[in-house]
């Protein structure tokens, strides 16, 4: 009945994101139908803006407002320790922790073979640079326990290890299959103090 109108095409794209369901998509349209159109011109704004206003941190590749982002601006973090992550939302969830006080380096990804993502796709050379550049003591590999995150820490450690720093993981707390993204703070927090050295 309204599989042509606004509010399926609406309902289309809001089931291209990642973990939106049919029934929540529709939930979104319809609660977005109830607003007033300030808000919703608001809403329409925020995703303007949301490619236009962020660009990619010079040093660690995270999304940023400005070319380096918070974390690296920070002069009270520790620069001599990276926790390397997959993804920017990963950060977001070792952040909530508040017990690491180091910088990060996203790779942008991880090592999958039957998605046809070498190494060569990655932020590793920069990371590598990086390392190189700086005073760093050690590396955290924080990468989901799956075999993608299994075959990129694998990599790492190898390519790494030559380096002399300190290579760890974390640790305890984090089950294979899982997603950082969606770890609870006690979780996270018992992963980040248990990691050990690869």
Do not use: W
């Amino acid at each position: 009945m309204i599989s042509s109108s606004p509010i399926q095409n609406l309902i289309d794209q809001f089931n291209k994101l990642p973990g939106i369901g049919q029934k929540t998509s529709e939930r979104f349209v319809f609660s977005l139908l109830k607003k007033p159109q300030a808000e919703i011109n608001q809403f329409i704004q925020a995703l303007n803006n949301l490619k236009e206003g962020i660009k990619i941190c010079s040093d660690c590749h995270n999304f940023s407002a400005k070319s380096l982002c918070e974390i690296c601006a920070d002069k009270t973090r520790d620069q001599s320790v990276i926790c390397v992550v997959a993804e920017s939302v990963d950060i977001i969830a070792l952040e909530k922790v508040s017990e690491y006080h180091g910088v990060y380096h996203v790779l942008q990804g991880l090592i999958n073979q039957i998605e046809e993502v070498g190494p060569e796709k990655l932020k590793i050379k920069e990371l590598i640079n990086r390392i190189k550049k700086n005073k760093v003591e050690e590396i955290i590999l924080a990468l989901n326990a799956t075999m993608p995150g299994e075959t990129t820490a694998l990599y790492l450690a190898r390519e790494l290890k030559p380096l002399g720093i300190k290579i760890t993981r974390l640790a305890r707390g984090l089950p294979m299959g899982s997603d950082i993204e969606y770890a609870d703070e006690i979780t996270l927090s018992s992963a980040l103090s248990g990691r050990r050295e690869i």
